[in-house]
């Protein structure tokens, strides 16, 4: 069954900093690039950023370049989304996704994708 599990979201004061975690399953994890997107309340889904199957290249959207790093384990089929310098707007639903191509995730297409399940991110104080 082709699963992606995302955890680690939470409450945090602006400024600071959390982890995301996306594990997979059910299908050959480091022969997909892989990305986060989120969605707030009332705004429509939003790319944030996508990593190339072996990680050593990352495409960044705007709003997040500079304060979020994605990385990747494909020995544990993990992804990773460390968040720092946080901001109220970054508040949102995260969600990981996967695809053969970069470009897929980018345009939010994703062919696997844990829509039915992400995790709240909330920045305040």
């Known amino acids: 069954q082709v699963q992606l599990v995302v955890s680690g979201g939470g409450l945090v004061q602006p400024g600071g900093s959390l982890t995301l975690s996306c594990t997979a399953s059910g299908f050959t994890f480091s022969t997909y690039a892989m990305g986060w997107f989120r969605q707030a309340p009332g705004k429509d889904r939003e790319f944030v950023v996508g990593t190339i199957k072996s990680g050593e290249s990352a495409y960044y959207s705007d709003s997040v370049k500079g304060r979020f790093t994605i990385s990747r384990d494909n020995a544990k089929n993990t992804v990773y989304l460390q968040m720092n310098s946080l901001k109220p707007e970054d508040t949102a639903v995260y969600y990981c996704?996967?695809?053969?191509?970069?470009?897929?995730?980018?345009?939010?297409?994703?062919?696997?994708?844990?829509w039915g399940q992400g995790t709240q991110v909330t920045v305040s104080s």
């Open positions: 996704g996967a695809d053969t191509k970069l470009h897929n995730l980018v345009i939010i297409n994703p062919s696997i994708a844990s």
